[in-house]
Structure formats: C-alpha cells, structure tokens
C-alpha cells in the first residue's frame, strides 16, 4: 500500500500531525541550535568573507572605470592638443617656405642685379680700353707717318734738318688735314 494511500484511509489529526513534524523536542532544539551555529559559521566564514571579496572587486572595479575614464580625458586632451600643435608647426612651416622663397628671390634679385652692374662696369670699362688703344694706334700711326715723312723728306732734301722744326711742321699739318 503506497503512502497516499494510508494517509487518505485514515483521518488526520492535527496533534498527530504536530508529531509527526516534531517527533523529540530536544530534537527539535539541536536541530535549531545546530542550524543557528552553521548559520553563524558560514556567515563568518563564507559569507563574511564573500561580502568582502564582492566589496573589494566592487571598489576594484570603480577605481578601474574612473581610472580608464581619466585616462580616457586626458588621452582627448592630448589628442587635441597635439592637433593644435600639429597645425601650428604647419602654419610655421608654411610661413618658413614663404620667408625662405622670398628671400631667395630676392638674393636671385640682387645678384642679378650685381652681375648687370659687373656686366656695364666690365663693358665700360672694355670701352675705354678700346678707345685708348685706338687713340694709341692712331697716335703711332700719325709718329710713323711723321718718321716716314721725315725719312722721305730729309733723302729728297738730303740736307740735314731740325728734327723739332720738322715734327712741328708735319703735326700742324695732320692737324690741318684732320
């Protein structure tokens, strides 16, 4: 006959029921007192300890975030930082160029500038040698004529003449026919 079965076949009391739940109070009280003392020790060693490691990884967890947060604004502030530098070394850099162009234009300019100058300088100056020389030639070619003439005239007379009165005749003349 199964359980059910027994306990539908007769009527239940309820001090029978009292009973069969508490057959021994001195049970009962160990039972409590025992329940009582593993309460205690598991809340002292497992759950004590538990509450505290959860704490811990809690406060762990905390500082991590605030960690990784703070790093995270700083990390942006030195992003943006480094762009603000970064477009300053550009625009210097730019401005560098531009200076450095400039300036070598205007060397460009000014040494152009100096090799013309050289240039008239050397040309006048190849001028003035020029006609210096030509006036040199001329002047040995009006002495050669004179000498020629001279020779000519002292073989045709074949007499001896003053030499001064002669070139002094013979300049007057050039100067008369020029």
């Known amino acids: 006959m199964s359980m059910t079965m027994w306990l539908m076949s007769k009527p239940i009391e309820p001090a029978e029921i009292i009973n069969q739940l508490f057959p021994n109070l001195w049970v009962f009280i160990a039972h409590v007192i025992a329940t009582i003392i593993l309460l205690i020790l598991l809340?002292?060693?497992?759950?004590?300890?538990?509450?505290?490691?959860?704490?811990?990884?809690?406060?762990?967890?905390?500082?991590?975030?605030?960690?990784?947060?703070?790093?995270?604004?700083?990390?942006?502030?030195d992003q943006k930082e480094a762009s603000k530098l970064l477009t300053t070394a550009k625009v210097e850099a730019n401005s560098i160029i531009v200076a450095a162009r400039t300036e070598a234009e205007a060397k460009r300019h000014q040494v152009l500038e100096t090799a013309k100058a050289e240039v008239m300088q050397l040309n006048e100056q190849a001028?003035?040698?020029?006609?210096?020389?030509?006036?040199?030639?001329?002047?040995?070619?009006?002495?050669?004529?004179?000498?020629?003439?001279?020779?000519?005239?002292?073989?045709?007379?074949?007499?001896?003449?003053?030499?001064?009165?002669?070139?002094k005749l013979v300049e007057d003349f050039i100067k008369e026919l020029e």
């Open 43 to 77: 809340s002292k060693w497992v759950y004590n300890p538990f509450r505290k490691a959860m704490r811990a990884r809690r406060n762990k967890i905390r500082e991590l975030i605030q960690d990784a947060a703070e790093k995270q604004a700083k990390a942006t502030i």
């Open 127 to 167: 001028h003035k040698e020029i006609q210096k020389e030509k006036e040199q030639y001329y002047d040995d070619i009006r002495k050669s004529i004179i000498n020629v003439a001279f020779n000519a005239a002292e073989q045709l007379l074949s007499k001896e003449i003053n030499k001064e009165k002669n070139e």
